[in-house]
């Protein structure tokens, strides 16, 4: 009887190692099923409307669901697309600018833009004048497809009459998302190689830049540098461009859209919407 035992539980317990083996394969699976080789990004490429958030908010929104119909992952907005880049308006007040800058994660355009990321299941980069106590920001929020903060950015090298205006940022962090870290430049910050640098350091292994200054051929050139310095992907959206740039400063891909930053409200436009199938063989997450 004792040796019938010792074969029963031995038996047994050959059994349950199969089952155990045969668990974790198909765990395996699921994993290997959720990988991804690509990400599709995509930039907002919208003209501003100085001062008119709920102009700009709509015309955003429009844009940001035909981005997800056509399947992107992130998506990112132009630099301060909300308030379309207003501190530049003739009558401009700090008094007005500060009626129009969003508190982040609770204003109510913000909060609108998270439940729009729920709804579409995307990771949306929003960049927007933020307002923070009496402070405003240059600001770029990374917003998770169940429509929950994951972090902001705040432009830490201002530009210009910027600097009357917003506070700057201290550092440049890298946030977690399942198609790796991602990392946000805005605008003039990509004049700095210590930008990318730290990104990097940071564990940034793709990096957004909303932008509303220059662009063309010689921002084509810098962004390009930026991305051979820091051996990374750099998506570039600006009212005029979408550029996107490999690891050795090659443009993967470029489109012009005009050559203004303003809407033309004598025949205004509906914006455009670009996005790139961006190639992350060495960065691809279980998750």
């Known amino acids: 009887m004792k040796i019938n035992s010792l074969s029963v539980t031995l038996s047994g317990l050959k059994g349950a190692m199969i089952l155990i083996i045969l668990f974790a394969v198909l765990m395996s699976g699921c994993r290997e099923q959720k990988k991804t080789s690509t990400v599709r990004v995509a930039g907002i490429i919208l003209k501003w409307i100085p001062g008119d958030c709920?102009?700009?908010?709509?015309?955003?929104?429009?844009?940001?669901?035909?981005?997800a119909a056509e399947k992107a992952d992130i998506i990112c907005t132009t630099e301060s697309f909300l308030d379309g880049y207003s501190i530049r308006m003739p009558d401009f007040s700090l008094e007005s600018f500060r009626s129009l800058a969003e508190p982040i994660p609770n204003g109510h355009y913000f909060r609108?833009?998270?439940?729009?990321?729920?709804?579409?299941n995307i990771y949306l980069i929003a960049a927007v004048s933020e307002i923070d106590g009496d402070r405003i920001y240059n600001s770029a929020?990374?917003?998770?497809?169940?429509?929950?903060l994951i972090g902001i950015y705040r432009k830490k090298f201002l530009w210009g009459d910027e600097n009357n205006v917003y506070v700057p940022g201290d550092s440049f962090p890298a946030f977690e998302t399942e198609y790796g870290k991602i990392g946000i430049i805005i605008c003039s910050d990509r004049r700095h190689p210590e930008a990318i640098s730290e990104l990097v350091q940071n564990g940034a292994e793709i990096v957004f830049c909303p932008a509303g200054g220059g662009f063309g051929d010689w921002n084509d050139k810098l962004v390009g540098q930026r991305s051979i310095e820091g051996k990374v992907p750099i998506v570039f959206v600006h009212p005029a461009e979408f550029l996107v740039t490999g690891l050795s400063g090659n443009i993967l891909q470029k489109n012009l859209v005009g050559d203004q930053v303003d809407e033309n409200m004598?025949?205004?436009q509906e914006g455009e919407m670009h996005y790139y199938d961006l190639e992350l063989s060495q960065n691809i997450k279980p998750y």
């Open 266 to 268: 004598d025949n205004p």
């Open 112 to 120: 609108r833009l998270r439940e729009l990321s729920d709804t579409l």
């Open 141 to 148: 929020a990374v917003i998770g497809p169940d429509g929950e």
């Open 54 to 67: 709920e102009s700009n908010c709509q015309r955003a929104e429009r844009l940001i669901r035909r981005a």
